[in-house]
């Protein structure tokens, strides 16, 4: 890749913010494809024939239920139900791939290595003996037709997290359906010998290099939250919208953490979920500034938070249950809470609001914020 990058860390490892500046590689996402590296996930691989079991022991979803070319999104939490990791889990043709963000790589790997016995399970680590390639748009299968062969009417009929592999111009490839960002995306594993030419491949099909910037963008737009950024070890799944992703079986055995799942599902309901914010200009409130209703009580806490080409100032925020959307709130913070964010990998909020105090009046909405 040639292209002029700016360049941040995220999870301990170097990635692209941004090729051309956000604006451009948004529009090009909506109007054909963007290409991106989606390499910096760490990926591991489970072997062994207690794989399966071992596996769903650890994760809210039914892993025994999956055939090879399936795949889903699950959750790995502590024993009081609380989100240690989110996953991406790819039935391979005997194996097992569970692809994590960079930020939640350690819990998830202190996890495995407390409850996975290697000798009935073993697991590797493959992020450094793999990369991904990913073109997300509304164009993209187009694009993923051209780099591997495979038509685009057999992909867009595949379901969210199933894989095809294919062997196109000498360069085995594992293709996977990907909702990740909102729109329509594909992610495509390869040897990292072969990453650059599946990336000349998609430019030349016209798709335009974009960074995670952009990605960021369409993922808060689609209210898919982060580990890190919008949950983390003090949320419990449902509050963060798991359930409404597909996330959680209720019908499958027992795994850690399942009791407090399972009761909030039966008998009651979270105190607070993740809604979307809108503020009234193209600033929006920073990452973790407190949100107020008009009584000046407070009812939540601003988790994501950037600003949309299409939509201005928006974010992800933990809001009180009984706030309705369309409400609308008051988000106040210090100088503390703005400067933090300006510090903050992998975001594409906008600095305006870094290293000052201030209050911003945004609305509640519902998630995912209105498509183009």
């Given at each position: 890749?040639?292209?002029?990058?700016?360049?941040?860390?995220?999870?301990?490892?170097?990635?692209?913010m941004t090729y051309s500046g956000i604006a451009?590689?948004?529009?090009?996402?909506?109007?054909?494809?963007?290409?991106?590296?989606?390499?910096?996930?760490?990926?591991?691989?489970?072997?062994?024939?207690?794989?399966?079991?071992?596996?769903?022991?650890?994760?809210?979803?039914?892993?025994?239920?999956?055939?090879?070319?399936?795949?889903?999104?699950?959750?790995?939490?502590?024993?009081?139900?609380?989100?240690?990791?989110?996953?991406?889990?790819?039935?391979?043709?005997?194996?097992?791939?569970?692809?994590?963000?960079?930020?939640?790589?350690?819990?998830?790997?202190?996890?495995?290595?407390?409850?996975?016995?290697?000798?009935?399970?073993?697991?590797?680590?493959?992020?450094?003996?793999?990369?991904?390639?990913?073109?997300?748009?509304?164009?993209?299968?187009?694009?993923?037709?051209?780099?591997?062969?495979?038509?685009?009417?057999?992909?867009?009929?595949?379901?969210?997290?199933?894989?095809?592999?294919?062997?196109?111009?000498?360069?085995?490839?594992?293709?996977?359906?990907?909702?990740?960002?909102?729109?329509?995306?594909?992610?495509?594993?390869?040897?990292?010998?072969?990453?650059?030419?599946?990336?000349?491949?998609?430019?030349?099909?016209?798709?335009?290099?974009?960074?995670?910037?952009?990605?960021?963008?369409?993922r808060v737009e689609a209210g898919r939250p982060?580990?890190?950024?919008?949950?983390?070890?003090?949320?419990?799944?449902?509050?963060?919208?798991?359930?409404?992703?597909?996330?959680?079986?209720?019908?499958?055995?027992?795994?850690?953490?399942?009791?407090?799942?399972?009761?909030?599902?039966?008998?009651?309901?979270?105190?607070?979920?993740?809604?979307?914010?809108?503020?009234?200009?193209?600033?929006?409130?920073?990452?973790?500034?407190?949100?107020?209703?008009?009584?000046?009580?407070?009812?939540?806490?601003?988790?994501?938070?950037?600003?949309?080409?299409?939509?201005?100032?928006?974010?992800?925020?933990?809001?009180?249950?009984?706030?309705?959307?369309?409400?609308?709130?008051?988000?106040?913070?210090?100088?503390?809470?703005?400067?933090?964010?300006?510090?903050?990998?992998?975001?594409?909020?906008?600095?305006?609001?870094?290293?000052?105090?201030g209050e911003a009046q945004v609305d509640v909405?519902?998630?995912?914020?209105?498509?183009?």
């Open positions: 890749m040639t292209e002029t990058a700016t360049t941040v860390e995220l999870g301990g490892r170097a990635v692209v451009a590689e948004y529009e090009a996402m909506h109007r054909r494809a963007i290409v991106v590296d989606r390499s910096h996930r760490d990926r591991m691989r489970f072997a062994g024939n207690k794989s399966a079991d071992a596996l769903n022991g650890l994760v809210t979803n039914d892993v025994t239920a999956l055939g090879a070319g399936q795949g889903m999104y699950a959750a790995a939490l502590t024993a009081k139900g609380k989100v240690v990791a989110d996953l991406r889990i790819l039935r391979l043709e005997t194996d097992y791939l569970v692809d994590v963000s960079a930020r939640a790589r350690e819990g998830w790997t202190s996890l495995v290595r407390k409850y996975v016995n290697p000798r009935l399970a073993a697991y590797t680590d493959v992020t450094a003996s793999s990369r991904v390639v990913g073109v997300f748009g509304t164009q993209a299968r187009y694009v993923v037709e051209e780099v591997t062969g495979l038509g685009h009417s057999a992909l867009g009929i595949l379901l969210p997290y199933h894989h095809v592999t294919v062997q196109h111009d000498g360069v085995e490839m594992r293709v996977m359906r990907s909702p990740d960002l909102g729109v329509e995306g594909y992610e495509i594993f390869v040897l990292p010998e072969a990453f650059e030419t599946v990336w000349e491949l998609s430019t030349k099909a016209h798709a335009t290099p974009a960074g995670i910037a952009v990605c960021d963008v369409a982060e580990w890190g950024v919008d949950m983390d070890d003090n949320t419990i799944p449902q509050e963060a919208n798991l359930e409404d992703l597909g996330a959680i079986s209720y019908t499958k055995g027992c795994y850690t953490g399942q009791e407090v799942v399972a009761r909030v599902h039966f008998r009651g309901h979270v105190n607070r979920t993740l809604r979307g914010l809108r503020a009234a200009g193209t600033v929006p409130p920073p990452q973790r500034a407190t949100l107020l209703d008009v009584e000046g009580k407070v009812v939540g806490e601003v988790r994501s938070s950037l600003t949309s080409p299409r939509l201005g100032g928006i974010a992800l925020a933990m809001v009180r249950r009984e706030i309705e959307n369309g409400a609308p709130l008051t988000a106040r913070w210090t100088v503390e809470t703005g400067s933090q964010r300006a510090g903050e990998a992998g975001e594409a909020g906008d600095a305006e609001t870094a290293g000052a105090a909405v519902a998630l995912p914020f209105p498509s183009p």
